[in-house]
């Protein structure tokens, strides 16, 4: 089945630790996204990637980084300049990258608790 | 910028009623305007989108939403809920970024429904 994964579904860090989440995708899109969620806040974009070896910072990129080495990965590092990054994070991909109108589709999440 | 406001924090509606989530953008030029929906610790699911054309737009689980330029809004509606819509619902606007480029959605801070039986 094509969708997108991300792992850890849970994860705990102890402050001043980096941490990675994991998003991959089969679904051959070109373009990935990541968002933070909070209780009453929706949805906030931290990076974008519309093709590999190259990503733009979104509106709340800092104390985050990315990589995109291959088209079907985008991880999120959490660094420890991060200053709440107790949060749901979700990775959500789209099929091209200059293509404004594509449905984005969603992973399942990762709940990170910092310690 | 644009931005998306959805009014409500909570809605209550009994099983059997009619729904209407309400939604208001603001953006400049012609919005690409999504509803999506979010089971607790889970994803989220596209309910439905406006590009152009019908401004009556009919999406998945027998949801529908209006665009209404004159009013910078996009209701999402249901003629008769189910217990299992009990959910998160976010509004969201994609706009023609300067690059041409997939920029992100911007979004609502959500809609949380509940289902009275």
């Known amino acids: 089945d094509g969708g997108i994964t991300q792992s850890p579904k849970y994860l705990f860090r102890k402050e001043g630790q980096n941490v990675t989440l994991s998003c991959e995708q089969n679904?051959?899109?070109?373009?990935m996204y990541w968002y933070r969620q909070d209780p009453g806040q929706g949805l906030r974009l931290i990076y974008y990637?519309?093709?590999?070896?190259?990503?733009q910072k979104g509106d709340i990129a800092e104390g985050y980084s990315v990589s995109r080495e291959k088209k079907e990965s985008f991880p999120l590092t959490v660094t420890s300049a991060q200053k709440n990054p107790t949060a749901f994070y979700l990775c959500?991909?789209?099929?091209?990258?200059?293509?404004?109108?594509?449905?984005?589709?969603f992973g399942p999440g990762t709940r990170l608790t910092v310690l | 910028a644009q931005s998306v406001t959805q009014p409500d924090i909570h809605i209550t509606v009994s099983e059997g009623a009619s729904l209407e989530l309400r939604c208001n953008y603001s953006?400049?030029?012609?919005?690409?305007l999504f509803w999506y929906v979010q089971s607790p610790g889970q994803g989220l699911q596209l309910l439905l989108k406006?590009?152009?054309?019908?401004?009556l737009v009919q999406g998945i689980k027998g949801f529908e939403a209006e665009f209404k330029r004159s009013q910078s809004s996009f209701n999402l509606r249901k003629p008769s809920v189910h217990w299992s819509d009990a959910a998160e619902y976010f509004c969201?606007?994609?706009?023609?970024?300067?690059?041409?480029?997939?920029?992100?959605?911007?979004f609502g801070k959500g809609t949380h429904l509940i289902i009275q039986p």
């Open positions: 679904l051959n899109h070109d373009a």
């Open positions: 969201a606007v994609g706009a023609s970024g300067t690059g041409g480029g997939a920029d992100g959605l911007t």
């Open positions: 990637s519309q093709i590999v070896n190259d990503f």
């Open positions: 959500a991909s789209s099929i091209r990258a200059g293509g404004n109108t594509d449905t984005q589709y």
């Open positions: 953006y400049g030029a012609t919005p690409y």
């Open positions: 406006y590009f152009s054309g019908d401004t």
